[in-house]
């Protein structure tokens, strides 16, 4: 069973924080995925990375960075969080051009 | 813009009857399509697939079609079980290498299955 794990269910932040979402996944997938989920907008590409040290800027990257120094290891950086980031984070894995694994998400609260 | 669109926010279907969900996309260059069922406070999980080449997948009780032309695909469930209650979410991708497996994902609609 392949199984993406993320740092934290729930996290509450201070506006202008510095904030790292972690992600692992142990199937030795090649692509990695951070998606942000908020309510009647579904589910929207935040960065994505193809391989170790590479990464690609998906559909709303302002504000996130992302690193990928390991396979398995996929991190999420909000440089001085906002209210407006105040979202679900979902971290995804997949093998090539296939379905994507998800882990169970980040609720975080950007106060 | 969303390229992706699913214009019903939320379903509520008697167990045992058909559920019909529905999903619009607005890019032409997708050909392969998904479909993603969302549990509360978990991560999406797999549901179905389907290639352009197709206009019609089935697997057990789920059964996804397309319509190429019409730029439309639907998921339909039958039956209906209390346990399909869930957000799912239709998915898209382009299925190119350059396109890395990103997927475009509709607003999602909320099932809920009475008994």
């Known amino acids: 069973d392949v199984k993406v794990t993320q740092s934290s269910r729930y996290l509450v932040k201070r506006t202008g924080e510095k904030v790292f979402l972690e992600c692992v996944q142990d199937?030795?997938?090649?692509?990695m995925f951070w998606y942000r989920q908020d309510p009647g907008l579904g589910l929207r590409l935040i960065y994505f990375s193809y391989d170790v040290k590479m990464k690609e800027k998906g559909d709303i990257p302002e504000g996130y960075s992302v690193s990928r120094e390991k396979k398995e290891r996929f991190s999420l950086i909000l440089e001085s969080a906002s209210t407006n980031q105040t979202s679900m984070y979902l971290c995804?894995?997949?093998?090539?051009?296939?379905?994507?694994?998800f882990g169970p998400g980040t609720r975080l609260t950007v106060t | 813009d969303q390229q992706v669109k699913q214009n019903s926010p939320s379903l509520s279907v008697q167990e045992g009857r058909i559920s019909i969900l529905n999903c619009d996309y607005t890019?032409?260059?997708?050909?392969?399509f998904l479909w993603y069922k969302k549990y509360p406070a978990e991560g999406p999980t797999f549901l179905i697939s389907?290639?352009?080449?197709?206009d019609k997948n089935e697997d057990g009780r789920f059964t996804v079609f397309l319509n190429k032309s019409a730029k439309h695909l639907s998921l339909h469930i039958v039956p209906s079980q209390p346990g399909d209650s869930a957000v799912y979410f239709c998915?898209?991708?382009?299925?190119?290498?350059?396109?890395?497996?990103?997927?475009?994902f509709g607003a999602g609609t909320q099932v809920v299955v009475t008994p």
């Open positions: 199937m030795d997938h090649e692509n």
């Open positions: 995804a894995s997949s093998p090539a051009l296939d379905e994507q694994y």
């Open positions: 998915a898209a991708s382009e299925g190119t290498p350059d396109s890395w497996g990103k997927l475009q």
């Open positions: 389907i290639s352009s080449i197709k």
């Open positions: 890019n032409s260059m997708f050909d392969y």
